[in-house]
């Protein structure tokens, strides 16, 4: 373990850090920020909690976010023995599956190499192994550090206090507004709005009731053993609740067999008993006109509500 009594001050204002509550991130965090570049090689964090939570806080000084990568497992046991790490921005796009795309995404991947290597011994002890710092990308504007996904997240107090407002009948918008004054402005709340309203369209807040749940399916499997062209899929939680359903029936694909040359996805609806999120599939037509090429219901905006 790397000898604390060689580490330096920081050449950063207090202020800077964020905070925690968690008294064994804080102190470990003090002492990462205390070490020269060269010298972290070596030090040791208990557990990948504090490791994970180092490399964000040093990410947010240096203004790049990070993510999970690679991790590997003691041969014929289940524990680990590297967990890596990287820079949000590492790798790139896979050429071959964008060209397939009927529609563009910003570019996130710039093929950055930094990242931070952690071996793990038999106690879980975690040792930092290897870090690369070099980036190929600008840095974060520090007025916009907040922004970055891994320095985002909602606690369990803020998802509750959202819960309170929401039940008294106040926006969910303007809850967030109150927030973000009491913590004194949007870089201080922790999160952005879209992290509050995926926090509170969890299962337990926004499933169908099973009968309403039950006669939708029925209303679709009559539908498709009497239209040809009727399509329908949906998504059960783990307790075989509805927390997710797509449709399309034989217009819809006749229309996206003339029309599906530009394909638009909106989910910016919740105007439904169950709040949740509607997604309608929408092209145009030879008139300009809006056609429905199919419609989905899901719970919220995360990757796996989509696939």
Known sequence: MADMSTFKKPDMLESE??????????????????????????FVVESEEVAYALYNDYARRIGFSI????????????????????????RTKNAKKESKRSYSRNITRTGCQAF??????????????????EHTHD?????QRHLMRSQRSISDEQIELLKSFRKCGIKLSDAIRFLKCQCGGSPNIGFINIDAYNALANPDCKT????????????FKERQKNEDDFFYNF????????????????IMKKDYDLFGDLVVHDTTYRTNKYDMICGPFVGMNQHTNNVMFGCGFIINERVESFV
Do not use: W
């Not at 998504?235 to 034989?250: I, Q, T």
């Open 17 to 42: 850090v964020p905070e925690t509550s968690d008294e064994s991130i804080r102190n470990q965090r003090a002492k990462f920020f205390e070490a020269k570049n060269s010298e972290l090689i070596g």
């Open 67 to 90: 993510r999970r990568a690679k991790q590997r497992y003691r041969r014929g046991e289940s524990r680990l023995s590297m967990r890596q790490f990287v820079c949000s921005k590492e």
């Open 116 to 133: 931070i290597r952690f071996s793990i011994d038999q106690e879980g002890r975690y040792t930092i192994q290897r870090h690369e710092m």
């Open 139 to 143: 840095f974060s504007d520090i007025r």
């Open 208 to 219: 169908f009731n099973g009968s309403d749940a039950k006669t939708l399916i029925e209303i």
């Open 235 to 250: 998504d059960l939680d783990e307790d075989g609740r509805l927390c997710g359903f797509f449709f399309r029936d034989g």
